[in-house]
């Protein structure tokens, strides 16, 4: 295939750059993507255009990065990178190029760049194809491959390992044998880029649909026990009962069930962490069975640890961290409808759903069979019943406020925090206490039992 369908819009926007005889090209992914007959993410293009030229050419035009010969432009609500032709030159300490030099052709821009199948240029606006490193018969036989030297090219930047097995689980190719060789062998320039460049990509393969493809090849090439040595414990950890695989491989497969089936982001990373705390918990019973007594704290504890390395929002690692702490939740339906609502209360109402989710893939990951617990739907129905009758949920919802407190002459402070925690415990026990009149008459009971300052309440 030499040419690809142009939109509209790109030959609109390429006929400002030929009119002053310059050249702009489509290039990168949005190549690829059109090859392989998928909607293009984002619109990158090349040109032989100066920065300054091509900000002359358009009214709304941003340097977002500027640096390395690269504009925004806004046009009719798009926005396009448009990046000079340049080389890349200087790696020293393989993480970005020292030095950045445009460069007079297209061909030379292409060479820079790092797989085959992202070495593609679409010329605008013919859609004439500029393929220098048989990019196109790599796509069409599905094969991630270097442009020229893997190892020299990963000496370069240390991402690029990670870039090529994100490809290859999110596209579902096949890693060139002496792209896939070379990774073991630039470990060191990988162990120099910064968390936030890993994590970008450790996202992507995770939000992607086969992840688990990618944290295999990792394990294979050595990334894994230098980038998630937490994950690479967990091989070879064998669990007995219902289960058939060993923690990495459940890991993996509770996520590549997550990823199937469209759960959110937040449920695939608790699914792939869930049962990190295994590798440092087990213990063999006097029965010969292994046990991983209260692995959800530990593994709790090292998801928390590995997003925080890596630079995740609090946002993130509060929630991702949470499902991980009560995925061993339970039911039994002689729970009392008090129990029911402590379970609301621990979990919180807004994180039940995911951590149904997280059920789903984690009983997937022990059999490799559909199936969630029996206990699931019931439970989810004693939640939905409890919660319809009563909001009683959070110290918000009491009937009394500190201030009712204040006026009765409790005074404020740690002391007050003491007994509305203790009515909250008395309304989730008894939702019918939680009237104005009866909670205070219990925090005049309660108040009477703690002397004020004395912090063993006695
Ligand atoms: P997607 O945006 O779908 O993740 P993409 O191929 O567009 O995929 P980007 O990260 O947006 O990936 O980069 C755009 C292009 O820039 C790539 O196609 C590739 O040609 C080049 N590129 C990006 N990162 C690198 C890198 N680390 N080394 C060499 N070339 C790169
Ligand atoms: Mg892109």
């Not at 006929?15 to 690829?32: E, H, N």
């Not at 010329?123 to 020299?152: M, Q, Y």
């Not at 936030?196 to 688990?212: H, M, N, Q, S």
């Not at 046990?291 to 590995?306: A, C, D, M, P, V």
């Amino acid at each position: 295939m030499n040419n690809v369908a142009v939109h509209p819009l790109l030959k609109e926007i390429s006929s400002y750059f030929t009119l002053k005889g310059k050249k702009v090209y489509l290039v990168g992914g949005a190549v690829r993507d059109l090859l392989l007959g998928k909607k293009a993410q984002d619109w990158d293009l090349a040109t032989d255009a100066r920065p300054e030229e091509v900000k002359s050419l358009f009214r709304r035009v941003i340097p977002t990065g500027i640096k390395h010969g690269t504009v925004t432009v806004l046009f009719k609500g798009y926005s396009l990178e448009v990046t000079t032709f340049r080389t890349e030159s200087d790696y020293r300490d393989g993480r970005r190029p020292d030095k950045v030099e445009y460069a007079a052709t297209i061909e030379e821009d292409l060479s820079r760049r790092d797989f085959t199948m992202n070495a593609l240029a679409a010329e605008l606006p013919s859609g004439r194809i500029t393929d220098p490193f048989h990019g196109t018969a790599d796509i069409k036989n599905r094969i991630i491959r270097c442009v020229g030297n893997a190892e020299e090219r990963f000496a370069e930047d240390g991402l690029r390992p990670m870039r090529a097995l994100r490809f290859a689980s999110q596209l579902g190719f096949t890693v060139d044998e002496a792209t896939l060789h070379a990774i073991p062998l630039s470990l060191g320039v990988t162990a120099k880029v910064s968390p936030e460049r890993i994590r970008d990509e450790f996202e992507k393969i995770v939000a992607g649909g086969k992840p688990g493809a990618a944290f295999l090849l990792m394990e294979k090439t050595g990334l894994l026990s230098m980038l998630f040595p937490d994950l690479s414990r967990c091989r070879g950890v064998e669990q007995k009962g219902l289960h058939r695989f060993d923690v990495l491989d459940h890991s993996l497969l509770s996520l590549n069930y997550a990823a199937e089936k469209g759960f959110p982001q937040r449920v695939r990373l608790a699914a792939l962490f869930h049962d990190l705390g295994k590798a440092v918990t087990k213990k063999l019973d006097d029965n010969g069975i292994w046990t991983f007594y209260q692995h959800e704290r530990e593994s709790e504890r090292i998801t928390g640890r590995i997003l925080r390395q890596y630079r995740y929002p609090n946002t993130v690692i509060d929630g991702v961290t949470l499902l991980v702490r009560e995925h061993m939740f339970h039911y039994e339906e002689n729970w009392s409808d008090a129990a029911v609502r402590r379970f609301v209360v621990r979990v919180g109402e807004e994180n039940l759903k995911d951590l149904y989710l997280l059920r789903f893939a984690d009983a997937f990951g022990t059999a490799g069979v559909e199936g969630p617990a029996d206990f699931l739907l019931p439970l989810a129905n004693r939640v939905e019943s409890v919660l319809s009758q009563n909001k009683a949920f959070t110290l918000k919802d009491l009937a009394v406020s500190g201030k009712d407190l204040m006026e009765t002459g409790i005074k404020p402070g740690k002391h007050m925090g003491v007994i509305l925690n203790e009515l909250l415990e008395t309304v989730l026990d008894d939702p019918a206490l939680n009237t104005k009149e009866r909670l205070l008459e219990i925090a005049g009971k309660i108040n009477g039992r703690y002397i004020p300052g004395n912090s063993d309440g006695n």
